[in-house]
């Protein structure tokens, strides 16, 4: 225990600063993301991404600027508005399995019902004269992270990844990045309730020989519970400091949804 202790304080810290030097990027991304975010299509986006995973996406797209985004997960389709928003001129794929659920419709994208793992990246993205930076893969499709990683870093030369879902080893429904860097056991969320899976060794040790560059964004701010509602400890979820540590005035309008974040994270293949 004291083991894992000491390499998850390790990470954090490593994580920490690779971060530090963007917090004062972050705080003048804020004021146009406010602006971009009062008027998103759906006011109520629940079960898709709020506040603290949208400035995120922003700030992570500005910084990376592909010229495509393959997105897969759609859910309302808020984050399709986000990501054409953000990068006016961007090419952008839309993938999931439910489009009756969609209540946002781009002009801009072309949306499939394909799963992202159906398609020949390589082929598409040579025809559209692009390379694997011109590219960001998005992922916020609740489905086992190794078993996309796999294929990309198999089948694809795609290299640039957002991962939305990125929940702790106690929390969550699907395998998580951050879950392997945590190592130890880990729960998944089923209807049935949680269950418990062992320590992934095997998957953490391939997650670390395919990985670049893992980055987490922070929380804007932290607040005393998370969104499971317990309180929020850095041993049971190792998170980066905040950008604020209290709500700025400006800021007030959507303190509400601060409580969402979930650790959304980049991810940069070798």
């Excluded at 190794?146 to 870093?153: Q, V």
């Excluded at 957002?162 to 729960?187: A, I």
Aim: glycine share 4%.
């Amino acid at each position: 225990m004291l083991f894992i202790f000491k390499e998850v304080l390790k990470n954090i810290l490593k994580i920490t600063l690779q971060m530090d030097n963007n917090y004062a990027n972050y705080k003048k991304y804020l004021e146009d993301f406010i602006t971009l975010y009062r008027t998103k299509p759906i006011s109520n986006n629940e079960g898709g991404m709020k506040f603290p995973h949208m400035f995120a996406t922003y700030c992570l797209l500005k910084e990376l600027n592909p010229k495509l985004v393959l997105e897969s997960g759609v859910w309302y389709g808020q984050g399709t508005w986000l990501i054409e928003q953000t990068l006016p001129q961007c090419q952008i794929i839309s993938m999931d399995p439910a489009p009756h659920v969609r209540r946002y419709n781009s002009p801009n994208a072309f949306y499939t019902t394909d799963d992202i793992t159906s398609i020949d990246w390589n082929n598409f993205i040579e025809s559209k004269n692009l390379t694997p930076d011109d590219v960001v893969v998005f992922l916020d499709d609740h489905q086992n992270i190794l078993n996309r990683l796999e294929f990309l870093k198999n089948f694809t030369s795609l290299k640039h990844i957002l991962s939305e879902d990125n929940y702790p080893s106690s929390q969550g429904d699907c395998l998580s990045l951050k879950k392997l860097r945590m190592g130890g056991e880990y729960v998944l969320d089923t209807p049935q309730g949680k269950s418990l899976h062992p320590s992934p060794k095997n998957e953490s040790k391939y997650l670390n020989s395919i990985t670049d560059t893992y980055r987490e964004f922070p929380p804007i701010v932290k607040p005393t519970h998370t969104r499971w509602g317990d309180l929020w400890e850095n041993v049971k979820y190792p998170t980066l400091p905040p950008i604020y540590s209290d709500v700025p005035d400006y800021l007030k309008d959507f303190e509400s949804e601060f409580k969402d974040y979930t650790w959304i994270c980049y991810l940069k293949l070798n």
